[in-house]
Nanobody, 122 residues
Framework: QVQLVESGGGLVQAGGSLSLSCAAS????????MGWFRQAPGKEREFVAV????????YYADSVKGRFTISRDNAKNIVDLQMNRLKPEDTGVYYC???????????????WGQGTQVTVSS
C-alpha cells in the first residue's frame, strides 16, 4: 500500500515563506521521481516542481523559479518544497505526487497525497 502524507500548509502573508513536506511509504522511495502540484479554486491542477529519484535533477514551473526549491531525503523517504517570497497567486491546494521516470524530465505520477492548503494573503 503506497501512502503519501503531507504537512506544512497554512496561512501566510505575501512575501513570507512556508515549507511543505511529504512522507512516502509502501515502495522503494529512491526508485521514483517525486513532484509537487497545486490547484487553485476553479482551475486545473498545475505542475510546480519535480525531482529525480536520486535528487540530481530538478525542474520548476516558470512561475516559481527562483522562489521555490524542491528537495528529497532518501534516507527519510521525504520530499520537501521550500516556498519563499510567496505571492497571493500561489494560493491553492498543494499535492505531493510519486511516479515513474518515463523519459527526460518526464515523471508519470501514479500516486498522490491528500493535499494541503496554502493561502497567501495580500
Amino acid at each position: 500500500q503506497v501512502q503519501l502524507v503531507e504537512s506544512g500548509g497554512g496561512l501566510v502573508q505575501a512575501g513570507g515563506s512556508l515549507s511543505l513536506s511529504c512522507a512516502a511509504s509502501g515502495r522503494t522511495f529512491s526508485s521514483y521521481c517525486m513532484g509537487w502540484f497545486r490547484q487553485a479554486p476553479g482551475k486545473e491542477r498545475e505542475f510546480v516542481a519535480v525531482i529525480s529519484p536520486t535528487g540530481g535533477i530538478t525542474y520548476y514551473a516558470d512561475s516559481v523559479k527562483g522562489r521555490f526549491t524542491i528537495s528529497r531525503d532518501n534516507a527519510k523517504n521525504i520530499v520537501d518544497l521550500q516556498m519563499n517570497r510567496l505571492k497571493p497567486e500561489d494560493t491553492g491546494v498543494y499535492y505531493c505526487g510519486q511516479g515513474r521516470v518515463m523519459g527526460p524530465e518526464k515523471c508519470f505520477v501514479d500516486y498522490w497525497g491528500q493535499g494541503t492548503q496554502v493561502t497567501v494573503s495580500s
